[in-house]
């Protein structure tokens, strides 16, 4: 069964950058048909997916967030990791990272075969 493990900080100071980091165990991030996902839910809204890379390590961007974040991965380390830039306090949220097998973008969180517990990320001075 794979499991996933958000880390990072927990507050961060308007406008820096927000860096996150999953760590996945029980598979490999390099699976095929694999894609690792970040997410977030902000208080009041619906869950949103932010980025997500592929077992092939290619990156897809949410067009809302895109100028503003950066996916990446470390196969040797089985990890990939989140960089949200310019962060405001619009961008506290609960964090998650996830996996969804096959590359048609998710609907519902039922779509993501696995979720890691999420991380409270709190923006402010």
Not at 26 to 34: A, C, L, R
Not at 50 to 77: E, H, Q, V
Request: with cysteine; aromatic share 12%; hydrophobic share 30%.
């Amino acid at each position: 069964q794979v499991q996933l493990q958000e880390s990072g900080p927990g507050l961060v100071k308007p406008s820096q950058t927000l860096s996150l980091t999953c760590t996945v165990s029980g598979g490999t991030i390099t699976f095929s048909n694999y894609y690792f996902y970040w997410l977030r839910q902000s208080p009041g809204k619906d869950m949103e997916w932010m980025a997500r890379i592929s077992f092939s390590g290619y990156a897809y961007y949410n067009p809302s967030l895109k100028s503003r974040t950066s996916i990446s991965r470390d196969t040797s380390k089985n990890q990939f990791t989140l960089q949200l830039s310019s962060v405001t306090p619009e961008d506290t949220a609960v964090y998650y990272c996830a996996v969804k097998t096959g590359p048609a973008l998710p609907r519902t969180l039922n779509d993501y075969g696995y979720r890691g517990q999420g991380m409270q990320v709190t923006v402010s001075s």
